[in-house]
């Protein structure tokens, strides 16, 4: 099984952009993905998926057109490219890997969160 790793979170303004990433160290990252995120007072969330060959990717309706959620393999890393952040987008964002090599976009998103991987979370602040 593999440990995510989150890092690249941070502070922006309102409308900027940030890049998270999700590394399995060492590991060849042959696994479906997800992001996640949780902000004070709210249940978690899912955010976008990506599946292990990167072919196919899905996301919440709210930020469709603005994040985008990619892989290098080579790298062994999942990233999630964030563009006109919002006040509402700021959270605790978690990466989440399948427990199973392979699988699809539903390993993700119809998982419940005890049949994931979690990584730590990074902490992303919106301001004005």
């Known amino acids: 099984q593999v440990q995510p790793v989150e890092s690249g979170g941070g502070l922006v303004q309102a409308g900027g952009s940030l890049r998270l990433s999700c590394a399995a160290p060492?590991?060849?990252?042959?696994?479906?993905v997800g992001w996640f995120r949780q902000a004070p007072g709210k249940e978690r969330e899912f955010v976008a998926a990506?599946?292990?060959?990167?072919?196919?990717?899905y996301y919440t309706d709210s930020v469709t057109g603005r994040f985008t959620i990619s892989r290098d393999s080579a790298k062994n890393t999942v990233y999630l490219q964030m563009n006109s952040l919002k006040f509402e987008d700021a959270a605790v964002y978690y990466c989440?890997?399948?427990?199973?090599?392979?699988?699809?976009?539903?390993?993700?998103?119809?998982?419940?969160?005890?049949?994931?991987?979690w990584g730590q979370g990074t902490q992303v602040t919106v301001s004005a």
């Open positions: 989440a890997a399948s427990r199973s090599a392979g699988g699809t976009i539903g390993d993700i998103v119809q998982a419940p969160p005890g049949n994931l991987n």
């Open positions: 060492g590991t060849p990252f042959r696994y479906s």
């Open positions: 990506i599946n292990w060959g990167g072919s196919s990717t």
